[in-house]
């Protein structure tokens, strides 16, 4: 049979500490034939690494990522908020190089108030970064970003929000008894077309194109939805959101705001994703105030892992961990961010043994 190969990228600060709970808990489920024999390769990514060596991405670990595994997982850096010659962000850099066109965070309650995932399309809008710094005639300074929307990136972010809303609903409807408040699929379009509406008119049409490429998308709800408006929504009615597919820079801030509908960026994961690979990476950075402490949550981690073997294909492995951290949860073994005494390592035994 075949062996998974994973890169573990824990890069800086905590995720030194939520990485290996999350590699012991996929270890059980291997342990137990639930998933394939594992080997998990250390790799060298981060800002402490660029201390130490004068490159936060070493060739190595792109080539290891490129050719010689089958997902990864990521911890978390630390960005210097000034800047710093010769550095830059690895995970960026990363999703670039495997072309990881996608970034998917579900953020959901115990008691099942919410229910959401956003579907953020990761390689173009703001962040494709063509900015110019210029002077005025006045000597006064002008800043100027390039913002790009094209038509095929935002149909496949599209396809991709209607594939998992199929797959969120197929779940729901296997489940004996459902938390969840949605009763149909729904993917809601998130956009400013109102006032930029060339660009954001061009992603709203491609969304709409995508929900009628393929037959099966007409069974999923399209909703329209301002993303100024859909903030206000979303911490209102939470429970209306199902899939909410974004441009990277809406789909970016609409996530960490998600984020505050759980309690803790300690709980929230992510994967970075295409076609074929997935690159799971808690949301949360590298918490330099409490690294080092063994107070970390690894529930974001644990999760990011359960969400990448899900994307691979092993959805009763990632759902047995759903389950398991879900009970942990609603428990009293939770570390000081949900406002208990637990230690990450209580927390990773916690879920093991709920497994
Ligand atoms: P952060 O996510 O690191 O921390 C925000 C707050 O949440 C802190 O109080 C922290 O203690 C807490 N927190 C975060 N994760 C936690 C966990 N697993 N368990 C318990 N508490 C947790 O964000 P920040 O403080 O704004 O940034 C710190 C560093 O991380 C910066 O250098 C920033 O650039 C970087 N960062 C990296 C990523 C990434 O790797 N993708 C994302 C955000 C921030
Ligand atoms: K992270
Ligand atoms: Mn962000």
């Known amino acids: 049979t075949k062996t998974l190969r994973f890169g573990m990228l824990p890069a800086d600060g905590i995720g030194h500490e939520v990485l290996p709970p999350a590699q012991r808990v996929l270890e059980e489920l291997s342990s137990r034939k639930t998933l394939p024999k594992l080997e998990f390769i250390p790799l060298n990514a981060g800002f402490e690494y660029f201390r130490r060596a004068g490159v936060a991405l070493p060739d190595e670990t792109i080539e290891v990522m490129k050719n010689d595994v089958d997902g990864a997982i990521f911890g978390s850096v630390s960005s210097p908020s000034h800047k710093v010659t010769g550095y830059s962000s690895p995970i960026v850099a990363l999703r670039k190089h495997l072309d990881l066109y996608a970034n998917i965070r579900p953020v959901s309650t115990v008691d099942g108030k919410v229910d959401m995932v956003t579907v953020r399309e990761n390689t173009e809008c703001l962040y494709i970064k063509k900015e110019e710094l ?20 935002s149909e496949r972010i599209g396809k991709l929000a209607f594939e998992i809303a199929l797959k969120r609903d197929k779940v729901r409807q296997s489940q004996s008894q459902c938390s969840s408040p949605h009763t149909e699929p729904s993917v809601w379009s998130i956009h400013k077309s109102n006032v930029l509406s060339v660009t ?12 009628k490429s393929d037959e099966r998308f007409s069974k999923v709800k399209l909703v329209e939805q301002l993303v100024d408006s859909f903030v206000y929504r979303m911490f209102r009615e939470p429970q209306l959101f199902d899939v909410c597919v974004a441009p990277n ?13 759980v309690g803790s ?20 950075g590298s918490a330099p105030d409490i690294a080092g402490k063994n107070i970390a949550n690894p529930i974001a981690s644990i999760r990011s892992a359960a969400l990448m073997i899900e994307h691979m294909g092993y959805s009763e492995a990632a759902a047995g961990i759903y389950r398991a951290v879900d009970e942990v949860l609603k428990g009293d073994k939770v570390t000081p961010d949900l406002g208990g005494k637990a230690t990450t390592t209580d927390v990773e035994e916690a879920v093991l043994r709920a497994l």
């Open 249 to 261: 820079l809406y789909g970016d801030i609409i996530s960490d705001g998600a984020a505050a509908l």
């Open 134 to 153: 210029d002077t005025l005639g006045d000597g006064s300074k002008v800043a100027r970003a390039t913002r790009q929307i094209t038509q095929n990136a």
């Open 265 to 284: 960026l300690g709980v929230v994961p992510s994967i970075n994703a295409n076609d074929t690979f997935a690159m799971a990476e808690p949301v949360h």
């Open 200 to 211: 954001d008119g061009l992603f709203r049409e491609s969304i709409k194109a995508a929900h």
